[in-house]
């Protein structure tokens, strides 16, 4: 939502479009009651579009023709995607008379794909950044036409990263669409050499290397909690659901990797070189940002 308030507050805007209902019954229903009190990335679109007086479309995939007639009819300069679930048919891409454009939220090449937040935490990077591009048939891909990188604190709170995202990624594409109306634009090819992937994950996936030093592996925790907690087990192969990720503590391990201990404030995750504190649900979350 961010980049497109920034966008109209300087370009028109046509339409907005967002992903139909999902086709499974319940999530289906999940969604549409989230719409209906207001929350969700689709009910703020809804009402983003209603409060502009701007056409809502609904796509039902990425090559969905009738979205595809409705933007022939509109015959937009540029078609802005930011966050979108699908690659766009050349169809869809071709109804742009100027440029179709692409808010992704790393280092292109660098994770290529859609979950490139759990892949920046997962790979350690120590900067990260946003690219806007343009769109082809291949995912993230086309050529580079802004980009720009910060360093990542260590703990850094996923939803603060995401926050900080979109603010920049907003402002570069306000840039692009700029120099796109000047002609100052410079694009660059992407460099495959550097190319990566950010697949999607199913929920309950085991991530943690247990090779990886304390430190990495808090950086990874706390990073993403409570947006995704790692699968763990207690001594007895009960599963263990965390709610917090305090601290980390350095010295000799005298347990295995990956064992969990039970302590007042929660847990202790041994791992290579000390141990991670995880809280229970009576625990505040602290230590995790800086």
């Known amino acids: ?27 289906r229903e999940v969604r549409s009651l989230m719409s209906r009190i207001g929350i969700g990335q689709g009910a703020a679109m809804s009402r983003w579009a209603r409060n502009h007086d701007v056409t809502l479309f609904r796509a039902a995939s990425g090559r969905d023709c ?66 806007v591009h343009r769109m082809n048939q291949r995912a993230d891909a086309g050529e580079i036409l802004a980009q720009e990188a910060f360093d990542l604190p260590r703990g850094f709170a996923v939803d603060r990263l995401y926050a900080k995202k979109a603010e920049l990624g907003a402002r570069l594409l306000v840039q692009v669409l700029d120099k796109l109306e000047t002609g100052d ?8 050499r550097f190319l990566t992937y950010a697949p999607r994950v199913s929920q309950g996936t085991k991530m943690v290397d247990w090779e990886w030093d304390v430190e990495r592996v808090w950086h990874f925790l706390a ?18 659901r ?10 000799d391990c005298p347990c295995e990797a990956g064992e969990l201990r039970p302590a007042s404030f929660g847990w202790n995750l041994h ?18 940002e800086t």
């Open 185 to 192: 634009l410079k694009p660059r090819a992407q460099d495959e």
């Open 271 to 288: 791992c290579r070189g000390g141990s991670i504190q995880l809280g229970d649900a009576s625990h505040p979350r602290q230590g995790a």
């Open 66 to 131: 009738e979205l595809s007639d409705r933007l022939k009819k509109l015959a937009p300069d540029v078609i802005c995607v930011s966050a979108f679930p699908w690659l766009l048919s050349d169809e869809i891409l071709g109804t742009a008379r100027r440029s179709a454009l692409n808010v992704h939220s790393s280092l292109l090449p660098r994770h290529r794909g859609p979950n490139p937040f759990l892949w920046i935490y997962y790979h350690d990077d120590r900067r990260t950044g946003v690219t």
């Open 1 to 27: 939502m961010v980049p497109l308030e920034a966008v109209s507050q300087s370009h028109r805007v046509l339409a907005v479009v967002s992903p139909a209902q999902e086709s499974n019954w319940l999530k």
């Open 242 to 251: 965390y709610h917090s990720v305090l601290s980390y503590t350095l010295g």
């Open 223 to 240: 990073g993403l909690c409570p947006r995704r907690r790692e699968p763990l087990r207690d001594a007895q192969q009960r599963e263990v």
